[in-house]
């Protein structure tokens, strides 16, 4: 499976399709302008190769979108679905968000993440899972798995043998998990049991290395064939597609030669290896690929039942696309209402000395601290600096004569932050909305500085709810699982009474010294 350039096909994209022929193309933001645009893309792209490829798309929800199109439902994420705890409502998004996918003509989600949340100095999945609880993230994922397919499109578990404890991000390092087996089988593993039961179509490894794991000791899950081609396909029996994540990732590219990595996650056992981005790689694992058929009848002989799982694969996703036309008014409404009913559910209230909902009647003025999130690369229009910023705009709807905004970055420095301080003293209340402060050192001094003052702040954790370990559980504190807009809008129904925070923690916050010990004092 491999990506592409642009958003349409120019000639020497044409040519690199029909030379490889690849049996996926995955589509990136890169490729997206707007919906009709991907229609055509993907039409094209199936009609240059023969047989047509197979089409997917990371839309998890939540932290991982691609598409930012008014006609595609931003659903909040799976740590949100998590706080929730409403399985129904998992497989309503899973379902909702396939029958849009699927009118495009993609094929495949390479969605739930079911990896648990048992570290919270992950920096590559925190919101992505569900939670910290094996069987409910497993009972959410199945549901959302089930969503999904029933609308034609394959669903993709990952990250296989699950990556919730690791401590580094794959895309940039290679992580190392020193569980023990039996840890490993009744938390990390338990998620795909119950996926592979449930008739899941897809199921993607991950690029970690598994000290106590057999064949995963010393190099990367992506190259076990103990784990793989043993575990996975034989103990476990999954007999659907098995993805590895990009072969571009920071975790391969940084120790292992290419030419190596594309030959042992092809004799681990992987039906589809993803290279996401460089077309000299492509074509060079093509070749690697070919050469190593010639000479190794397992190989070619195991390539070939790959092929048949890839064709099973294509017959379960070749259902009638609905256009978006098909996709009526009352549809795309009941998706929208969706998003909102998940978004409110999930907003989860830590109660301190200050108070929710804001009494307007004692509060005259509320000084409102904002992140600039127009500095991320995913992120919805409307989150620039300036009056016409969303989560100014919906505050001053709700709080119309109290509220006086300071912007500041992402991680704010010293003048910043002095500057935001001398504004908190005169404020009866002060609003900070956390972007990422276990893993912002500007955003962990400002946090410090404000918990001074417990009575008049409240402290709304937008993106990492294991901020909340660092505020402590006597400030007050609101939890949103994520910053899309329909969440923006529910944690600021919540301030204002409009609605009850109904959602719980889908993980246990450590308050201990031994934040302090990590230097999150």
């Known amino acids: 499976m491999i990506g592409i350039r642009g958003t349409s096909l120019d000639d020497e994209t044409k040519a690199h399709l029909r030379k490889i022929s690849p049996g996926g193309v995955i589509l990136f933001s890169r490729n997206i302008r707007n919906y009709s645009q991907v229609c055509k893309l993907i039409r094209d792209i199936k009609a240059t190769v023969q047989p047509p490829p197979l089409i997917a798309i990371d839309q998890e929800g939540g932290l991982v979108v691609r598409f930012f199109l008014r006609e595609i439902t931003l659903m909040p994420g ?51 899972s569900f939670g910290e609880d094996p069987e409910k993230v497993a009972e959410l994922g199945v549901n959302f798995i089930k969503g999904t397919q029933s609308e034609g499109i394959g669903a993709v578990a990952k ?230 910023n969303f989560i100014r705009r919906t505050l001053e709807a709700k709080f119309p004569l109290s509220i006086q905004t300071e912007f500041i970055s992402l991680d704010p420095k010293e003048n910043e932050i002095e500057k935001v301080w001398q504004k908190v003293e005169k404020a009866d209340l002060t609003l900070f909305f956390v972007f990422n402060a276990r893993f912002i050192e500007g955003e962990r001094m400002l946090l410090k500085r404000l918990k001074a003052h417990p009575q008049k702040v409240i402290f709304l954790l937008i993106r990492n709810p294991f901020d909340l370990e660092l505020i402590g559980p006597d400030l007050t504190s609101l939890i949103t699982y994520g910053y899309r807009k329909v969440q923006i809008e529910a944690v600021i129904k919540v301030l204002s009474g409009d609605i009850p925070a109904l959602g719980k923690l889908p993980f246990t916050p450590k308050f201990s010294s031994s934040l302090e010990r990590k230097g999150f004092n």
């Open 78 to 128: 799976n740590m949100a679905l998590g706080a929730t705890n409403k399985p129904e409502l998992a497989y309503k998004q899973g379902r909702f968000m396939a029958r849009e996918l699927k009118s495009m003509g993609i094929d495949i989600n390479l969605a739930p993440v079911v990896d648990v949340a048992t570290n919270p100095d992950n920096p590559g999945i925190t919101i992505r």
């Open 159 to 388: 990250h296989f043998p699950g990556k919730g404890a690791a401590g580094k991000d794959a895309h940039f390092d290679l992580p190392t998990i020193n569980l023990s087996q039996k840890e490993m089988n009744r938390v990390h593993l338990y998620p795909f049991w119950k996926c592979i039961e449930n008739g899941v179509q897809g199921i993607m490894s991950t690029h970690a290395i598994y000290t106590n794991l057999p064949g995963g000791e010393k190099v990367p899950a992506t190259f076990a064939s103990k784990l793989i081609k043993g575990y996975l396909r034989r103990e476990m029996n999954f007999q659907g597609v098995i993805f590895s994540d990009d072969l571009e990732m920071g975790a391969i590219t940084k120790y292992f030669p290419f030419n190596e990595a594309v030959v042992n996650t092809i004799r681990a056992g992987h039906d589809m290896l993803l290279i996401c981005s460089d077309y000299e790689k492509q074509l060079l694992a093509l070749k690697v690929l070919e050469e190593i058929c010639k000479v190794n009848d397992t190989v070619l002989a195991e390539t070939e039942r790959a092929i048949e799982r890839i064709e099973k694969l294509r017959s379960f996703s070749q259902g009638e696309n609905k256009t978006l036309e098909g996709l009526t008014k009352a549809i795309k409404n009941r998706a929208a209402n969706l998003a909102t009913q998940i978004a409110e559910s999930a907003i989860t209230v830590y109660k301190g000395k200050a108070p929710i909902p804001v009494p307007i009647s004692k509060t005259k003025k509320i000084f409102v601290i904002i992140p600039d999130l127009s500095q991320l690369e995913s992120v919805e229009e409307g989150f620039e600096v300036s009056e016409n």
